[in-house]
Nanobody
Framework: QVRLVESGGALVQAGGSLRLSCVVS????????MAWYRQAPGKQRELVAS???????NYVDSVKGRVTISRDNGLSTVYLQMYSLKPEDTAVYYC?????????????WGPGTQVTVSS
């Protein structure tokens, strides 16, 4: 059974930084295209960033220049380094593997990790 476990969320002040981690167990991680998503209260879950099995990255416009996605295949972990955090980044952050498009995800969602940015 595949498990996704996110961690690293916290309460930070605007302008601060966080590094989120997502450990994937029970799947062949290195072949998977991975992405980070977030869901703010009352809103739909949305894509934040993605990384292919070969390391090609993609970022949504709202986080470009402030976020770096990376992966460690040996640890079956995907990371999201976040800088210059804004109150609008407040959300629960999730990771998942995707297939034909960013919203065709492969696994059951993990618990997520809460990021709260105070102004």
């Amino acid at each position: 059974q595949v498990r996704l476990v996110e961690s690293g969320g916290a309460l930070v002040q605007a302008g601060g930084s966080l590094r989120l981690s997502c450990v994937v167990s029970g799947a062949i991680f290195k072949a998977r295209k991975m992405a980070w998503y977030r869901q703010a209260p009352g809103k739909q879950r949305e894509l934040v960033a993605s990384i292919t099995s070969t390391g090609t990255t993609n970022y949504v416009d709202s986080v470009k220049g402030r976020v770096t996605i990376s992966r460690d295949n040996g640890l079956s972990t995907v990371y999201l380094q976040m800088y210059s955090l804004k109150p609008e980044d407040t959300a629960v952050y999730y990771c998942n593997a995707y297939t034909v498009d960013f919203y065709t995800t492969m696994f059951s969602w993990g618990p997520g990790t809460q990021v709260t940015v105070s102004s």
